[in-house]
């Protein structure tokens, strides 16, 4: 009679490890009931795999937080899951959860640092970038370059611009950190294959040069023209006169409109004024301007005005008087189409 009551009790555990065993099996390989577009996990660092797998119950992503912590001391894979947010995606199953967990694939983000922008323009971007942790926030721009490990900089034209990912909780320094070390790495490595006979000092003077560049046109076609000029009028040491770096050494104060009283006074950056360049970049160049820069057009154009044609092109031309004439012709363009 007992051997009789153990060999039930025996089938009965029996049945009952192969039933929790089939559970198993169909838990780990069965699709998890998410919305169709998936779902936005946070994994806090120091999250433990018991913690991970209370809240995934809680939160009704698995059915079973005993399965899945199962499942991932069975594969040795419970130390390994990393913090971070992760998009879910839908129809998934618990093991290939677990998986996306120690992966580290995280959700990116994306900020676009554009071409042209100053510095100014580059920090209210990163502070209305919401996945990006605020650490800068009203500080100078000297503190923030002493913060990046650079505090005899200016920060002007130091940042590359590119379209970069990063994942939430990046700090607003790490990513200017990698902008600029982008920065860096780009210009050493157009510096090294530059034209010979620049009128350029370092490679800094060649950044500052390509700001202007890029300021100046907005057809890579025509960069490499507009700094054969400015190249040229250096070297005949000529002054620049360049309206960009007017408007920049207005800063704050200028409205749309150069007047003449502003290309009299005497800024830094006031290129109608000072002979050579200006002391800094006057905004963040392009790899296209950085490269007309260090490979200005051969040619004898020492000056260039806007045609007023609707492609944004330029008259350039050899003589002052050639040069006027293109000047007169884009006045009349502005006249007859009331701009």
Do not use: C
């Amino acid at each position: 009679m007992i051997y009789r009551i153990l060999a039930i009790l025996l089938l009965a555990v029996s049945a009952l490890i192969v039933w929790q065993w089939t559970a198993y099996e169909k838990f780990k390989s069965s699709p998890l009931a998410l919305p169709a577009d998936g779902l936005i996990f946070n994994l806090e660092p120091g999250t433990s795999m018991r913690g991970l797998a209370f809240e995934l119950e809680q939160r009704e992503i698995i059915s079973n937080a005993l399965y899945f912590r199962s499942m991932a001391r069975l594969s040795g894979q419970a130390a390994r899951i990393q913090a971070g947010e992760f998009l879910i995606p839908a129809q998934i199953t618990p093991s290939k959860l677990l998986a996306l967990f120690v992966s580290g694939k995280v959700t990116q983000y994306s900020l676009t640092l554009v071409e042209g922008w100053t510095f100014r323009e580059v920090m209210k971007a990163v502070a209305e970038e919401a996945s990006l942790t605020a650490t800068l926030g009203g500080l100078s721009d000297e503190v923030i370059m002493r913060q990046l490990g650079f505090p005899d900089q200016h920060p002007e034209g130091r940042f590359f611009p590119d379209t970069y990912h990063f994942p939430k909780g990046t700090t607003d320094l790490a990513f200017l950190k990698r902008a600029y070390s982008a920065m860096s790495r780009r210009l050493a490595s157009e510096w090294e294959k530059r034209e010979k006979n620049l009128p350029y000092k370092s490679a800094y003077e060649a950044l500052i040069m390509a700001s202007i560049v890029e300021r100046e046109s907005g057809l890579a076609d025509e960069r490499p023209m507009v700094a054969g000029v400015f190249v040229r009028r250096l070297q005949k040491r000529m002054r620049l006169q360049t309206d960009p770096t007017v408007i920049y050494g207005m800063g704050e104060r200028f409205d749309g409109n150069i007047r003449r009283r502003d290309l009299k006074e005497p800024t830094p950056y006031n290129t109608y004024v000072i002979k050579g360049l200006p002391p800094t970049p006057i905004s963040m160049p392009s790899v296209e301007s950085i490269n007309a820069a260090l490979h200005p057009a051969k040619g004898d154009a020492l000056y260039f005005v806007a045609t007023g044609n609707t492609d944004g092109s330029s008259k350039f031309s050899a003589t002052l008087d050639e040069h006027n004439r293109a000047v007169r012709a884009y006045l009349r363009y502005m006249k007859r189409h009331n701009r």
